[in-house]
């Protein structure tokens, strides 16, 4: 019903796409957030720049993230085709095309990428280097923050008039009448208005009402027929499946959620990161500031990150682009690099490692020394990596071709830290990757994360807990669902009582979550960090660091605490992974089953012989 109705009424329009025709949306969903504690870090960016977007990237080359998630939008569809497979076959099938991937797919692919911090607009820093803040000259960066502030604040005080002109002073008839088109009690009931302006109006209303539920509902209501309608016109307006729509909603309170569809219609700000092998931030800006371009630092968190505003000239494709002094890369991939903090001579490897934009942040952090294995599964994406590496200058990664899950830990292993940037559903990139709107099902869901365990516990075993500098592991997403993030750690937690969680290190970011509907997830899980587009204004991101204390997998709680006290590790915020809070309950047969089958293919595909399955 949802899509048919989308379809007559066409996609609705962005809040960007009615101020691009200088018209006004109907009213705002909610009045704009007052900037919190949580969001002082990066300030979402009052003003858009969505039509800059298209012009900055007309010419530029592949940089990574936006390739992923096509990887997987891609790969899903061909698994949901394979129907004629048993469930078990499927889900194996699977994530074997997921890791192949398609020889042919696009090698290169554009990274429009945007992020912004209002916080530092009109005080640039360019702290990383030298500390010579002064010596650039960046008045051009103060004008257009200015001029951004002043468009802002105009647009807030619109917004306000506009919502105090569309919403009703006490609580219209929101819902359709019960007995209105034969809807039974209980029933979700779906937009029983072809206008997709009423709809959006009626989002408004219901969010209103749930706000202030005790005086505005209707007698008789109760507050979930209020949040089906709600979900129910989210998937309509936003044109999401239902079942995403409510995958996505239960992440949030009713009018965050709408926040969140809300900011997944609108880019991110562009981001490039300083390659510091070639350059130094400020010289950079300097010179990027001379061809044209408006940018500034993406915030205090960042030494090597400057958020782009508007560029006379193709950001893809200047001197300094070509030359390697830069690498397009969204702010959220800066921030799993950051939380493995990698030390120079190290041993590292990155176990999913293309197109290479975190990985050669990697080597630029080491400064060239060391090794990096620059691990991926998919061959066609391996050329990207390379080229990647070649244009950035890193001169201390080798390049592999591995599955990830058989990753050769007993020949190449023991290294001081590994960074699992696991291919995932991207539902934190959502605006970059519409399809993800409406291709993704629950068996996705449950592929996914049951690659992602694989690739996690192979990423723990390839860890050497004896590393003089090391032991960790971070393990990171672009999506924000729980299957696929802490889920994926808990598992990691119960079946490797050899790994806690510790700190990230990072900044900014929510916590991970601890409960979450009917699961109990360990405690230390709120030392991850979640990120979201609509409260930090950047990817929606999971990052999670564990350290490895020892090379056995301890049966017993003595034995981590014993291996604890070996590795002397003093962790005041995370508890033993072995904890009896512990209680969130996994399908070992079902696993051990999909195990067997792949050991089985694999095994097959070598050219041994196999025996019939039982
Ligand atoms: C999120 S992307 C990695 C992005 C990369 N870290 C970067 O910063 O450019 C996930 C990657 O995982 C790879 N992948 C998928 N399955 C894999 C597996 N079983 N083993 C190793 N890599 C895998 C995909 O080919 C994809 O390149």
């Known amino acids: 019903m949802g899509r048919k109705q989308k379809s007559k009424q066409g996609v609705p329009p962005t809040l960007e796409e009615t101020r691009g025709t200088g018209k006004k949306p109907e009213a705002k969903v909610e009045k704009k957030r007052k900037p919190t504690e949580e969001t002082a870090a990066l300030q979402p960016p009052k003003k858009q720049i969505a039509q800059e977007k298209k012009s900055l990237f007309e010419e530029s080359e592949s940089e990574p993230e936006s390739n992923d998630v096509k990887a997987a939008g891609d790969e899903f569809e061909e698994a949901d085709e394979s129907s004629e497979l048993e469930d078990e076959e499927n889900v194996d099938q699977a994530q074997d095309e997921f890791v192949q991937g398609d020889e042919a797919e696009e090698e290169s692919e554009q990274d429009s990428i945007f992020d912004s911090d209002e916080e530092s ?10 500390g010579e803040e002064d010596d650039l000259q960046v008045a051009n960066l103060e004008a257009m923050s200015r001029k951004l502030d ?21 609580a219209p008839t929101i819902l359709p009448p019960k007995e209105e088109g034969g809807l039974a009690d209980g029933q979700p009931m779906s937009a029983f208005t072809q206008d997709l302006s009423q709809i959006q109006l009626r989002i408004q209303e219901i969010n209103r009402v749930l706000n202030d539920f005790k005086n505005l509902c209707e007698p008789g209501r109760s507050r979930a027929e209020y949040i089906d309608q709600l979900i129910s ?12 729509t409510e995958k996505l909603f239960e992440l949030f309170s009713a009018s965050e959620a709408i926040e969140f569809f809300e900011s997944n219609e609108l880019p991110r700000p562009v981001t490039i990161r300083t390659n510091t092998l070639k350059t130094q931030r400020r010289e950079l800006a300097q010179a990027l500031i001379n061809r044209g371009v408006n940018l500034e630092p993406v915030g205090k968190w960042s030494k090597v990150g400057l958020q782009v505003f508007e560029s006379q000239v193709p950001i893809g494709a200047t001197p300094e682009y070509l030359a390697g002094h830069y690498i397009l890369q969204a702010a959220s991939s800066f921030l799993p690099v950051m939380a493995l903090a990698p030390q120079p001579n ?25 090794v990096i294995f620059a691990n991926d599964a998919n061959k066609a994406r391996t050329k990207a990596l390379t080229a990647n590496i070649h244009r950035l200058g890193v001169r201390n990664a080798i390049v592999c071709n591995y599955d990830g899950r058989k990753f050769p830990n007993d020949v190449l292993g023991g290294f001081d830290r590994v960074m699992l940037d696991a291919p995932c559903s991207g539902t934190g990139v959502i605006y970059k990757d519409q399809s993800v709107k409406t291709n993704k099902s629950e068996r996705d869901f449950d592929t996914l994360s049951h690659l992602q365990r694989q690739l996690l516990l192979s990423a723990i075993d390839s860890v050497d807990a004896d590393s003089k500098t090391g032991g960790y592991i971070v393990y990171s997403t672009c999506s924000i669902t729980v299957d696929e993030d802490e889920a994926v750690i808990q598992y990691a937690l119960k079946k490797r009582p050899n790994v806690k969680l510790v700190s990230t290190g990072l900044e900014f970011g929510r916590e991970g979550f601890v409960r979450f509907r009917e699961k109990r997830f360990h405690p230390s899980m709120k030392l991850t960090r979640r990120y979201y587009p609509h409260v930090h204004n950047i990817d929606g991101f999971f990052v999670a660091k564990l350290k490895k204390v020892s090379d056995k997998i301890p049966q017993t709680v003595n034995d981590v605490a014993e291996a604890e006290e070996e590795h002397d590790i003093v962790e005041e915020d995370s508890v033993n992974a072995n904890s009896e809070n512990d209680s969130l309950t996994f399908d070992d047969e079902a696993d051990k089953a999909i195990i067997e089958e792949n050991r089985r293919k694999w095994l097959k595909s070598k050219g041994y012989k196999v025996s019939k399955k039982n």
């Open 121 to 130: 607009r009109g005080k640039p820093m360019f702290s990383d280097d030298s």
């Open 150 to 170: 002043e468009e802002a604040e105009l647009e807030e005080k619109e917004a306000e008039e506009e919502l105090h002109t569309n919403i009703h002073p006490t």
């Open 233 to 244: 016109d989210v998937s309509v307006y936003y044109g999401y499946s239902k079942f995403l």
């Open 346 to 370: 190290e041993r590292i490897l990155d176990m999913s490692s293309a197109p290479g934009g975190k990985i050669t942040y990697v080597a630029a952090l080491q400064k060239n020394t060391g």
